[in-house]
């Protein structure tokens, strides 16, 4: 059973920066691809970055040039960087494998404020 455990949100204002962090337990994160959505308010979980196996990504048009993720196999953790934040990014964050995905974390919340 995989566990994961995102953290990391919190409040800030447009412009501001935050990193996200998912610990994952029960199963490896550097060997499949593994992804960042979040969850707005009355909308439904979009996809917002990918990281292969390979170390390739891929970022929603919304987030690309100004989000980063990345993985530390080591600790079996991947990361979004988040910087210049906007409103629009206020959301839930969670992370998950990009296909099949594990067990649905409690997500970690971001709120942007202009």
């Known amino acids: 059973q995989v566990q994961l455990v995102e953290s990391g949100g919190g409040s800030v204002q447009t412009g501001g920066s935050l990193r996200l962090s998912c610990a994952a337990s029960?199963?490896?994160?550097?060997?499949?691809?593994m992804a960042w959505y979040r969850q707005a308010p009355g909308k439904q979980r979009e996809l917002v970055a990918v990281?292969?196996?390979?170390?390739?990504?891929n970022y929603a048009d919304s987030v690309k040039g100004r989000f980063t993720i990345s993985r530390d196999n080591a600790k079996n953790t991947v990361y979004l960087q988040m910087n210049t934040l906007k409103p629009e990014d206020t959301a839930v964050y969670y992370c998950?494998?990009?296909?099949?995905?594990?067990?649905w974390g409690q997500g970690t919340q971001v709120t942007v404020s202009s």
């Open positions: 029960g199963g490896a994160v550097s060997i499949v691809a």
């Open positions: 998950n494998r990009r296909l099949g995905p594990w067990n």
């Open positions: 990281i292969f196996s390979g170390g390739s990504t």
